[in-house]
């Protein structure tokens, strides 16, 4: 499967945003999907992830009650929507899948996206 994210930007903290991740080239609701981070000379870090249904979600203790995973999987789409942003949020997000509900790190995701850019300036 091939993932596209989009949706970064520079925001202000406190400021909303919408990530998108766009599947292609594969059955996407076979597909256990989730978001990661990384910031400039950190390493890349789990943000959140949900089952094939959309039923099961996890998240990272720094962004529960923030940031919101969803699946729409008529239309092949993964977002995570970011409200509250702040400084530390600042990174390039990713968006991952895998086929096999493992651990919330990157080595148990096969699949990959590019990233995309979230800054949030104080």
């Known amino acids: 499967v091939q993932l596209q994210a989009s949706g970064g930007g520079l925001v202000q903290a406190g400021d909303s945003l919408r990530l998108s991740c766009v599947a292609s080239?594969?059955?996407?609701?076979?597909?256990?999907m989730g978001w990661f981070r990384q910031a400039p000379g950190k390493e890349r870090e789990f943000v959140a992830a949900?089952?094939?249904?959309?039923?099961?979600?996890h998240y990272a203790d720094s962004v529960k009650g923030r940031f919101t995973i969803s699946r729409d999987n008529a239309n092949n789409t993964m977002y995570l929507q970011m409200n509250s942003l702040e400084p530390e949020d600042t990174a390039v997000y990713y968006c991952?899948?895998?086929?096999?509900?493992?651990?919330?790190?990157?080595?148990?995701?096969?699949?990959w996206g590019q990233g995309t850019q979230v800054t949030v300036s104080s």
């Open positions: 080239g594969g059955t996407f609701r076979d597909y256990y």
């Open positions: 991952a899948a895998d086929r096999h509900w493992g651990r919330p790190v990157p080595d148990d995701f096969g699949f």
């Open positions: 949900l089952s094939w249904s959309g039923r099961q979600k």
